[in-house]
């Protein structure tokens, strides 16, 4: 009797407690620790590894993250990948698994783990866009054959560890992606936060959740240089997953393929030529960025000088404001019931509006597909002069940085 109650005593103690015998603060701190690693999976071998070949990883971490990923999302490779490059290439489409602004924020924020299960069953969708994933022999026969098996013995190793207490660790282990990547990366991401480039799809900044998020709430970056192993581009962006691949290559199990371009300056030009073209094409975002601010500051001219001048009504003041919002953005960006303020602001101020008229023809040397490099050059030339003939300084300024650039 005595001996059955003592391993009645010793069931109802690891009910409570666990083999770790842990606290409540220590098993949120190491939840919070397991569902890093799991982001850090994502985003490392899921995302930048696999999806955009933007580094190579070490069999050891390669096989480690995909082990890691059966047991505590049991999401498929090859499933992932191709969602996700189709997600690229059909951006904001119809085809698109899951655009917030095709199929609403509410939908994808709320559902977003259905979408990816619904498109995962798209047999063109995995065989147009899951190539050179993984398809070895533990791949077929484990990982991908029982998906949901990693995540059951993931929840009998986090009841064996940490007691009742487990079954809750578990739920937000499984939660943890569908919230934070298939709701908030997708949903968010796309929706509300800051954009540093004009990439051709709505996608936006949403820091500071970077520790939380693994890097990927540099969303507008990403879709801007899909195939960069780095995420951030500003001094003030942190990305923890570009640290983890830093550390990586250190130890000699990763090596970075590609990174984001960066704008390269040097003695400015009498003429621009076909290499300050090149530079000005393979850095096109960063310049129109960079013009973007131009734009902003001769914006705050404006008002500054009609405040000086007193001669703007709250109307004008109203338009200006929202232009100095929006008038860097391609027209298309633009709300429509925006529009209307910011073509006030254009017609009642010259300069802004030959500014924008200018950034259009600086954006068809990369669009106009169907001329010559040579009539390019041509054109960029007489931007760069009539720019610097303007008597607005901040096009001067911005043609002399153009003529130094380089590839």
């Known amino acids: 009797m005595a001996d059955f109650q003592t391993v009645f005593s010793a069931l109802i103690d690891w009910a409570a407690n666990g083999l770790l015998d842990l606290s409540a603060w220590q098993v949120v701190l190491v939840t919070l620790v397991l569902t890093h690693i799991t982001i850090a999976s994502v985003t490392i071998f899921l995302h930048r590894a696999q999806a955009h070949r933007a580094l190579e990883l070490h069999a050891i971490p390669s096989h480690f993250f995909r082990f890691w990923l059966w047991m505590t999302t049991g999401m498929v490779t090859k499933q992932w990948v191709a969602i996700h490059r189709k997600h690229h290439a ?3 489409t119809e085809e698109d698994p899951h655009s917030p602004q095709v199929k609403g924020i509410e939908t994808v924020m709320k559902r977003g783990a259905e979408l990816y299960r619904a498109e995962s069953k798209v047999k063109e969708t995995m065989e147009k866009f899951g190539h ?8 077929r026969n484990l990982y991908t054959r029982y998906s949901a098996l990693g995540v059951s013995l993931m929840l009998i190793i986090d009841v064996l560890l940490f007691g009742a207490l487990g079954a809750t660790v578990w739920a937000v282990q499984m ?4 919230i934070w990547a298939a709701g908030v990366v997708n949903g968010v991401g796309h929706y ?7 990439a051709v799809d709505a996608s936006t900044n949403i820091s500071p959740w970077g520790i939380v998020i693994g890097g990927e709430e540099l969303h507008n970056n990403h879709h801007t240089y899909p195939t960069s192993a780095k995420f951030s581009v500003k001094p003030f962006e ?3 997953g570009w640290g983890y691949i830093r550390a990586m290559e250190m130890l000699g199990l990763a090596k970075v393929r590609k990174t984001a371009p960066q704008l390269q300056l040097g003695e400015i030009k009498p003429a621009a030529d076909a290499h300050t073209l090149e530079a000005i094409i393979a850095n096109r975002y960063e310049v129109m960025a960079n013009y973007a601010k131009q734009l902003r500051r001769a914006c705050s001219t404006e008002v500054a000088r009609l405040k000086a001048e007193g001669s703007a009504n709250g109307s004008a003041w109203t338009n200006l404001r929202i232009a100095e919002r929006w008038l860097h953005r391609d027209a298309e960006k633009i709300p429509t019931d925006l529009r209307v303020h910011v073509d006030s602001a254009l017609h009642s101020a010259p300069v802004l509006q ?5 950034r259009e023809e600086l954006r068809q040397l990369w669009t106009r597909t169907n001329v010559s490099a040579e009539q390019l050059v ?4 007489d931007w760069c002069r009539r720019a610097e003939s303007s008597g607005i300084a901040a096009l001067r300024d911005f043609s002399m940085q153009l003529r130094a650039a380089r590839a």
Do not use: H, S
């Not at 939660?175 to 569908?178: C, D, F, G, L, S």
């Not at 509300?192 to 004009?198: A, D, I, Q």
């Open 90 to 92: 059909k951006c904001e």
């Open 192 to 198: 509300w936060g800051y954009r540093n480039f004009e």
């Open 132 to 139: 050179n994933t993984p398809n070895d022999w533990i791949e």
């Open 354 to 358: 030959q500014l924008v008229a200018m």
């Open 175 to 178: 939660a943890w992606i569908p």
């Open 378 to 381: 041509a054109d960029l030339q």
């Open 238 to 240: 942190f990305d923890i």
